[in-house]
């Protein structure tokens, strides 16, 4: 089973919760039916006092139902399929900063490569430690086999399953990724079209040539659009 890999934890007198975004890729931790489970650790999380100020839209604004739209990627559009009958809240709050155009002109933080094949999105700061002053829960439609299908739309959080908030990841190569003790993540849509954008910032690699990093291309988000 997955063993969430440790990261440095804030300091004692702060009350700012650090990211727990995509851990250091640095080893495999268990097999399950042959195949590989990596070490993974994500997060979404804002100052408590932040995150208090402001109530996640409710669930009903996804109205029970799928959503069809397009994302902005390096000046591409991608076509977007929203879950919104599996995982209305991170459906309805995803429609809701697309409609403010919360996520134009974002950067895409965080890389992983290697077999585990994920690019991390949607922190307004880009540096990992951002979020849309608000969190909720609980995880909604995390697959039970732990595989996020290449195309997948899924919400980062921290160990708290009721910490999502704005930050998510693309999967842009099938990865499996092992439960930590508040379970799986949640999967609120996917990529029908247009990934290859994505998969050409992924092929160039992170800045430092790790498996988990920054991109080394440009990877910005644009508008959001639905219906």
């Excluded at 559009?77 to 697309?98: I, T, Y």
Aim: glycine share 14%; charged share 15%.
């Amino acid at each position: 089973m997955h063993k969430p890999q440790a990261t440095k934890s804030a300091a004692s007198n702060s009350k700012k919760m650090r990211f727990l975004v995509i851990a250091l890729i640095v080893a495999m931790v268990a097999v399950i039916g042959g195949g590989t489970v990596m070490g993974l650790m994500m997060g979404d999380s804002s100052d408590a006092e932040t995150s208090a100020a402001a109530a996640a839209p409710a669930p009903a604004a996804a109205q029970n139902r799928e959503w069809t739209g397009t994302l902005e990627f390096n000046g591409a559009e991608m076509n977007v399929r929203l879950f919104g009958d599996k995982a209305p809240q991170a459906v309805a709050s995803f429609l809701h900063l697309a409609e403010k155009d919360f996520f134009a002109g974002t950067k895409c933080h965080r890389l992983t490569t290697g077999g585990f094949d994920i690019l991390q999105c949607g922190d307004p700061t880009g540096t990992g430690t951002g979020g849309p002053g608000y969190e909720f829960g609980p995880i909604e439609n995390a697959p039970t086999d732990n595989v996020y299908p290449r195309g997948t739309l899924a919400m980062a959080r921290t160990s708290d399953p009721n910490s999502n908030g704005s930050q998510f990841f693309i999967v842009y190569g099938d990865t499996s990724i092992g439960r930590d003790a508040a379970g799986g993540y949640t999967v609120f849509g996917e990529i029908t079209g247009g990934l290859d954008a994505v998969e050409k910032v992924a092929g160039q690699g992170t800045s430092d040539g790790g498996q988990d990093g920054p991109p080394a291309a440009p990877a910005v988000l644009g508008a959001a659009r639905f219906q």
